[in-house]
């Protein structure tokens, strides 16, 4: 069954410091996602993005955060300067789009720790 | 936007009872609603959905139910096991096809 794969699987890192969490979605999707958990609290979606370009992002996905398809098969979140309240588990997710509904599959998520 | 609310917040049920998560929107165009469920420190995975075209739809012990003039949308476990004990998101998604969750349900099966 096709997967969606992120790395690194878990990152430490000090506050200030820049962060780039990669996903390679499944290859026949078509919508890319960044949904991020903090401990013990929902699924947060970021932003979507479709067709090479950000289709909408939330509140939390300001300006510290960018998003890149920088080739055919990656998904990269950046956040440029990290904070304390960044920690969170950040879960990319894709999708086909097709017939109304987009069925997403996760990967297995990113655990962000900012000290 | 999508607003999901979810009750309850906690479920503790004996092996072989039933559970009932229940989910209300806000977005009368929403017309998909996944629910996932996710176990300790894994990744949330779609165990069923339903389409705004549909009023229920069962797979095995579980069931969903959608009542789109009440904007409504329920999750039915029957028999429940152990390893049924999880968290389960609800979500509602439209046009834009960005699934916006509940907040979660953690379901506690005791052997």
């Known amino acids: 069954e096709p997967e969606v794969t992120q790395t690194p699987s878990h990152q430490v890192t000090q506050m200030g410091q820049e962060v780039i969490l990669r996903c390679v979605p499944i290859?026949?999707?078509?919508?890319f996602y960044w949904y991020r958990q903090i401990l013990g609290q929902k699924v947060e979606f970021l932003v979507s993005f479709y067709n090479n370009e950000i289709s909408e992002k939330s509140e939390i996905f300001d300006d510290q955060f960018s998003v890149e398809r920088p080739d055919g098969s990656n998904f990269t979140l950046k956040i440029r300067s990290t904070k304390l309240e960044d920690s969170a588990m950040y879960f990319c997710?894709?999708?086909?789009?097709?017939?109304?509904?987009?069925?997403?599959?996760f990967g297995a998520g990113s655990r962000l720790t900012v000290l | 936007g999508e607003n999901v609310e979810q009750h309850p917040s906690t479920l503790s049920v004996q092996e072989g009872d039933s559970a009932v998560i229940k989910c209300t929107y806000s977005?009368?165009?929403?017309?998909?609603f996944p629910w996932y469920k996710q176990e300790l420190g894994k990744r949330p995975q779609l165990i069923i959905d339903i389409r705004s075209n549909v009023g229920e739809k069962k797979d095995q012990r579980i069931a969903v139910t959608l009542n789109k003039t009440a904007k409504h949308f329920s999750l039915h476990i029957t028999e429940t096991q152990p390893e049924d004990s999880a968290v389960y998101f609800c979500?509602?998604?439209?046009?834009?096809?960005?699934?916006?969750f509940g907040r979660g349900t953690s379901l506690i099966v005791h052997p």
């Open positions: 290859s026949n999707h078509l919508y």
């Open positions: 979500a509602a998604s439209g046009g834009s096809y960005i699934p916006t």
């Open positions: 997710a894709s999708g086909r789009g097709s017939g109304g509904a987009n069925v997403l599959t």
């Open positions: 977005d009368s165009a929403s017309n998909y």
